[in-house]
């Protein structure tokens, strides 16, 4: 009896460690991936070149970094990444909002990416149990994530880093279907989106240098 109790909790609890992507996000990630597909225009076109915008070292969420925190932080939760992810993009679309005047060409554009980010936000809170939020986050995240919510003008000068906001939308996008693989798969071969090869690859207009 010991044996089968012990095998139906770890059939109970299979499900709950894969951290599956909930089917009623694929919708407005869908949808967000759609005004992305456009970030190029919208955030190359419409800048001066090589124009940058500051945000924090934090705020620069590329795919190494969800390679890093993998390997560093044992047993961790995609769903904390995700979280991660939310936070940290929620910052970044502020931050490049905030460098347009009401009539830049791109204000549009980036202020429905906004409402699409947030739709998702929404569909991702909704879809997981209130607790998931409250649940203690590893160090090293919870660390990140205080960095990312302090006050401006307490950060010091070498904590910031000037990006393009073509880049970070690049980092967006790029982490978006890494962390969310569920919903982008394809029917061709297997993708596997974490990998900074596959946005490579056929790519080179958009090669953007890594760090
Ligand atoms: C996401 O957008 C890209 C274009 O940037 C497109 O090629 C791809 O098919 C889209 N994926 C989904 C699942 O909509
Ligand atoms: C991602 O890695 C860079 C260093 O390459 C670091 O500055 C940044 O803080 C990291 N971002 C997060 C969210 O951990
Ligand atoms: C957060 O900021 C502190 C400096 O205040 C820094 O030492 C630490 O490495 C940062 N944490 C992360 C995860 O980037």
Request: with cysteine; glycine share 2%.
């Given at each position: 009896?010991?044996?089968?109790?012990?095998?139906?909790?770890?059939?109970?609890?299979?499900?709950?460690?894969?951290?599956?992507?909930?089917?009623?996000?694929?919708?407005?990630?869908?949808t967000l991936n759609d005004s992305l597909s456009h970030r190029r225009r919208y955030m190359r076109h419409n800048f001066p070149i090589k124009y940058t915008i500051r945000v924090h070292h934090n705020e620069v969420f590329k795919l190494s970094n969800i390679s890093r925190l993998r390997l560093q932080v044992e047993g961790l939760d995609e769903l904390v990444l995700q979280r991660l992810w939310f936070q940290v993009n929620q910052g970044v679309l502020k931050k490049i909002i905030r460098v347009m005047s009401e009539r830049h060409p791109s204000r549009t554009y980036t202020a429905e990416l906004e409402r699409r980010f947030k739709d998702a936000e929404g569909v991702f809170v909704q879809s997981h149990p209130a607790e998931v939020f409250q649940?203690?986050?590893?160090?090293?995240?919870?660390?990140?994530?205080?960095?990312?919510t302090e006050e401006a003008d307490r950060v010091s000068e070498s904590r910031w880093r000037y990006v393009s906001p073509k880049s970070?939308?690049?980092?967006?996008?790029?982490?978006?279907?890494?962390?969310?693989?569920?919903?982008?798969?394809?029917?061709?071969?297997?993708?596997?989106?974490?990998?900074?090869?596959?946005?490579?690859?056929?790519?080179?207009?958009?090669?953007?240098p890594e760090s």
């Open positions: 009896p010991i044996s089968l109790s012990l095998t139906l909790c770890l059939f109970l609890l299979a499900p709950v460690q894969m951290a599956q992507t909930p089917a009623s996000m694929c919708t407005p990630l869908k649940q203690e986050l590893p160090d090293m995240i919870q660390d990140t994530w205080d960095n990312l970070l939308l690049d980092n967006f996008c790029h982490t978006m279907h890494c962390l969310f693989s569920e919903c982008f798969v394809s029917i061709e071969a297997q993708q596997d989106y974490c990998r900074v090869s596959y946005w490579r690859k056929g790519r080179k207009k958009d090669l953007q």
